[in-house]
T-cell receptor, first 115, second 110 residues
Framework: DGGITQSPKYLFRKEGQNVTLSCEQNLNHDAMYWYRQDPGQGLRLIYY???????QKGDIAEGYSVSREKKESFPLTVTSAQKNPTAFYLC??????????????FGSGTRLTVV | RKEVEQDPGPFNVPEGATVAFNCTYSNSASQSFFWYRQDCRKEPKLLMS???SGNEDGRFTAQLNRASQYISLLIRDSKLSDSATYLC???????????FGAGTRLAVHP
Protein backbone atom coordinates (compact mmCIF):
# COMPACT_ATOMS: atom_id res chain seq x y z
CA ASP A 1 0.00 0.00 0.00
CA GLY A 2 1.17 3.51 -0.78
CA GLY A 3 1.89 5.96 1.97
CA ILE A 4 4.34 8.22 3.74
CA THR A 5 6.84 6.88 6.24
CA GLN A 6 8.47 9.11 8.83
CA SER A 7 11.28 7.94 11.04
CA PRO A 8 12.10 7.82 13.81
CA LYS A 9 8.83 8.06 15.72
CA TYR A 10 10.60 9.55 18.75
CA LEU A 11 13.91 11.43 18.74
CA PHE A 12 15.91 12.95 21.54
CA ARG A 13 18.43 15.68 20.80
CA LYS A 14 21.11 17.09 23.00
CA GLU A 15 21.75 20.82 23.07
CA GLY A 16 23.96 21.87 20.15
CA GLN A 17 23.33 18.76 18.05
CA ASN A 18 22.00 18.58 14.53
CA VAL A 19 19.45 15.84 13.87
CA THR A 20 17.82 14.65 10.66
CA LEU A 21 14.22 13.48 10.35
CA SER A 22 13.42 11.11 7.52
CA CYS A 23 10.37 11.30 5.24
CA GLU A 24 9.79 8.85 2.38
CA GLN A 25 6.70 8.48 0.17
CA ASN A 26 5.72 5.92 -2.45
CA LEU A 27 2.61 7.72 -3.66
CA ASN A 28 4.36 9.20 -6.69
CA HIS A 29 3.48 12.65 -5.36
CA ASP A 30 5.40 15.62 -6.73
CA ALA A 31 5.07 17.94 -3.73
CA MET A 32 6.28 17.37 -0.17
CA TYR A 33 6.00 19.50 2.96
CA TRP A 34 7.31 19.78 6.51
CA TYR A 35 5.17 21.19 9.31
CA ARG A 36 5.77 21.69 12.98
CA GLN A 37 3.02 21.41 15.62
CA ASP A 38 3.36 22.70 19.17
CA PRO A 39 0.87 21.75 21.92
CA GLY A 40 -2.46 23.49 21.47
CA GLN A 41 -1.32 25.18 18.27
CA GLY A 42 -1.93 24.74 14.59
CA LEU A 43 0.51 23.35 12.06
CA ARG A 44 3.18 25.79 10.89
CA LEU A 45 4.97 25.33 7.57
CA ILE A 46 8.74 24.92 7.72
CA TYR A 47 9.72 24.06 4.12
CA TYR A 48 8.07 22.68 1.02
CA UNK A 49 9.18 21.28 -2.31
CA UNK A 50 7.14 21.06 -5.47
CA UNK A 51 9.77 19.35 -7.60
CA UNK A 52 13.06 17.50 -7.24
CA UNK A 53 16.07 19.72 -6.52
CA UNK A 54 13.90 22.69 -5.61
CA UNK A 55 12.36 23.82 -2.32
CA GLN A 56 10.98 26.96 -0.69
CA LYS A 57 11.01 28.33 2.82
CA GLY A 58 7.79 28.31 4.76
CA ASP A 59 6.82 30.56 7.64
CA ILE A 60 9.35 29.25 10.18
CA ALA A 61 12.39 28.03 8.20
CA GLU A 62 15.07 29.52 10.48
CA GLY A 63 17.17 26.80 12.12
CA TYR A 64 16.05 24.11 9.65
CA SER A 65 17.39 22.77 6.36
CA VAL A 66 16.06 20.34 3.75
CA SER A 67 17.07 18.58 0.56
CA ARG A 68 15.07 17.02 -2.29
CA GLU A 69 17.46 14.86 -4.27
CA LYS A 70 14.85 12.21 -5.04
CA LYS A 71 11.13 12.48 -5.67
CA GLU A 72 10.41 9.99 -2.89
CA SER A 73 12.48 11.59 -0.14
CA PHE A 74 12.42 14.94 1.71
CA PRO A 75 14.61 14.83 4.84
CA LEU A 76 14.53 17.66 7.38
CA THR A 77 17.59 18.64 9.43
CA VAL A 78 17.01 20.46 12.69
CA THR A 79 20.19 22.41 13.30
CA SER A 80 21.66 23.73 16.53
CA ALA A 81 20.52 27.18 15.40
CA GLN A 82 16.90 26.18 16.11
CA LYS A 83 16.50 27.40 19.68
CA ASN A 84 13.26 25.67 20.57
CA PRO A 85 13.09 22.44 18.55
CA THR A 86 10.91 20.38 20.89
CA ALA A 87 7.75 19.73 18.86
CA PHE A 88 5.77 17.25 16.77
CA TYR A 89 7.08 17.24 13.17
CA LEU A 90 4.78 16.19 10.36
CA CYS A 91 5.71 15.43 6.78
CA UNK A 92 3.04 15.55 4.07
CA UNK A 93 2.80 15.05 0.34
CA UNK A 94 0.37 15.91 -2.43
CA UNK A 95 -0.04 15.71 -6.18
CA UNK A 96 1.37 18.75 -7.93
CA UNK A 97 -0.85 20.98 -5.77
CA UNK A 98 -3.01 20.17 -2.73
CA UNK A 99 -6.36 20.72 -4.44
CA UNK A 100 -9.69 19.21 -3.49
CA UNK A 101 -10.63 16.46 -3.06
CA UNK A 102 -7.21 15.06 -2.13
CA UNK A 103 -5.43 17.68 -0.02
CA UNK A 104 -2.39 16.31 1.77
CA UNK A 105 -1.47 12.83 2.91
CA PHE A 106 0.47 12.93 6.18
CA GLY A 107 3.08 10.67 7.68
CA SER A 108 2.63 9.54 11.28
CA GLY A 109 5.03 12.18 12.60
CA THR A 110 8.25 12.42 14.60
CA ARG A 111 8.18 13.67 18.16
CA LEU A 112 11.44 15.54 18.87
CA THR A 113 12.54 16.36 22.40
CA VAL A 114 15.60 18.32 23.50
CA VAL A 115 17.28 16.75 26.53
CA ARG B 1 -5.09 38.44 12.20
CA LYS B 2 -4.57 34.70 11.70
CA GLU B 3 -5.14 33.39 8.17
CA VAL B 4 -7.52 30.68 9.41
CA GLU B 5 -9.41 31.16 12.67
CA GLN B 6 -11.38 28.60 14.64
CA ASP B 7 -13.03 28.51 18.04
CA PRO B 8 -10.63 26.33 20.09
CA GLY B 9 -13.42 24.78 22.20
CA PRO B 10 -13.54 22.35 23.82
CA PHE B 11 -17.04 21.38 22.83
CA ASN B 12 -18.36 18.85 25.34
CA VAL B 13 -21.48 17.13 24.03
CA PRO B 14 -23.47 13.98 24.87
CA GLU B 15 -23.74 11.08 22.47
CA GLY B 16 -26.41 11.70 19.86
CA ALA B 17 -26.04 15.49 19.92
CA THR B 18 -25.60 17.68 16.87
CA VAL B 19 -22.57 19.96 16.97
CA ALA B 20 -21.41 22.68 14.59
CA PHE B 21 -17.92 24.10 14.10
CA ASN B 22 -17.15 27.36 12.35
CA CYS B 23 -14.07 28.72 10.69
CA THR B 24 -13.15 31.97 8.93
CA TYR B 25 -10.29 32.61 6.53
CA SER B 26 -8.65 35.82 5.42
CA ASN B 27 -7.41 35.17 1.86
CA SER B 28 -10.21 35.74 -0.62
CA ALA B 29 -8.07 34.10 -3.35
CA SER B 30 -8.18 30.70 -1.62
CA GLN B 31 -9.62 27.99 -3.84
CA SER B 32 -9.49 24.74 -1.86
CA PHE B 33 -11.02 23.98 1.52
CA PHE B 34 -10.92 20.97 3.81
CA TRP B 35 -11.76 19.63 7.23
CA TYR B 36 -9.16 17.34 8.80
CA ARG B 37 -9.54 15.29 11.96
CA GLN B 38 -6.62 14.85 14.38
CA ASP B 39 -6.66 12.36 17.22
CA CYS B 40 -4.47 12.96 20.26
CA ARG B 41 -0.77 12.61 19.41
CA LYS B 42 -1.54 11.41 15.88
CA GLU B 43 -1.26 12.88 12.41
CA PRO B 44 -4.17 14.79 10.83
CA LYS B 45 -6.39 12.78 8.50
CA LEU B 46 -8.61 14.16 5.77
CA LEU B 47 -12.25 14.17 6.82
CA MET B 48 -13.75 15.88 3.80
CA SER B 49 -13.22 18.55 1.19
CA UNK B 50 -15.58 21.52 1.22
CA UNK B 51 -17.33 22.92 -1.83
CA UNK B 52 -19.46 26.01 -2.44
CA SER B 53 -22.47 23.83 -3.14
CA GLY B 54 -22.10 22.17 0.26
CA ASN B 55 -21.40 18.50 0.67
CA GLU B 56 -22.39 15.67 2.94
CA ASP B 57 -20.69 12.44 3.97
CA GLY B 58 -22.89 10.35 6.24
CA ARG B 59 -23.35 12.25 9.50
CA PHE B 60 -21.00 15.06 8.41
CA THR B 61 -22.05 18.12 6.41
CA ALA B 62 -19.67 20.87 5.29
CA GLN B 63 -20.62 24.29 3.95
CA LEU B 64 -18.59 27.07 2.35
CA ASN B 65 -19.65 30.70 2.04
CA ARG B 66 -17.11 32.44 -0.19
CA ALA B 67 -18.70 35.87 0.19
CA SER B 68 -18.32 35.74 3.98
CA GLN B 69 -15.11 33.66 3.85
CA TYR B 70 -16.70 31.23 6.26
CA ILE B 71 -16.60 27.42 6.48
CA SER B 72 -18.68 25.17 8.70
CA LEU B 73 -18.82 21.52 9.72
CA LEU B 74 -21.94 19.94 11.16
CA ILE B 75 -21.80 16.57 12.91
CA ARG B 76 -25.14 14.86 13.55
CA ASP B 77 -25.80 12.01 15.98
CA SER B 78 -22.37 12.36 17.65
CA LYS B 79 -20.53 9.17 18.57
CA LEU B 80 -17.89 8.63 21.24
CA SER B 81 -15.47 7.93 18.40
CA ASP B 82 -15.99 11.45 17.04
CA SER B 83 -13.95 12.83 19.96
CA ALA B 84 -10.94 14.51 18.33
CA THR B 85 -9.64 17.88 17.21
CA TYR B 86 -11.13 19.18 13.95
CA LEU B 87 -8.84 21.29 11.79
CA CYS B 88 -10.13 23.81 9.29
CA UNK B 89 -7.72 23.93 6.34
CA UNK B 90 -7.56 26.41 3.47
CA UNK B 91 -5.45 26.41 0.33
CA UNK B 92 -3.14 29.33 -0.19
CA UNK B 93 -4.03 31.65 -3.03
CA UNK B 94 -1.12 30.25 -5.03
CA UNK B 95 -2.43 26.65 -4.88
CA UNK B 96 0.90 25.42 -3.59
CA UNK B 97 0.31 24.83 0.12
CA UNK B 98 -2.35 24.47 2.79
CA UNK B 99 -2.88 26.69 5.81
CA PHE B 100 -4.19 25.14 9.00
CA GLY B 101 -6.37 26.54 11.73
CA ALA B 102 -5.40 25.73 15.31
CA GLY B 103 -8.31 23.29 15.59
CA THR B 104 -11.50 22.85 17.58
CA ARG B 105 -11.53 20.12 20.19
CA LEU B 106 -14.62 17.92 20.49
CA ALA B 107 -15.30 15.64 23.44
CA VAL B 108 -18.34 13.36 23.16
CA HIS B 109 -19.44 11.78 26.45
CA PRO B 110 -21.86 8.92 27.21
Amino acid sequence: DGGITQSPKYLFRKEGQNVTLSCEQNLNHDAMYWYRQDPGQGLRLIYYSQIVNDFQKGDIAEGYSVSREKKESFPLTVTSAQKNPTAFYLCASSHDAPRAPYGYTFGSGTRLTVV
Amino acid sequence: RKEVEQDPGPFNVPEGATVAFNCTYSNSASQSFFWYRQDCRKEPKLLMSVYSSGNEDGRFTAQLNRASQYISLLIRDSKLSDSATYLCVVGSGGYNKLIFGAGTRLAVHP
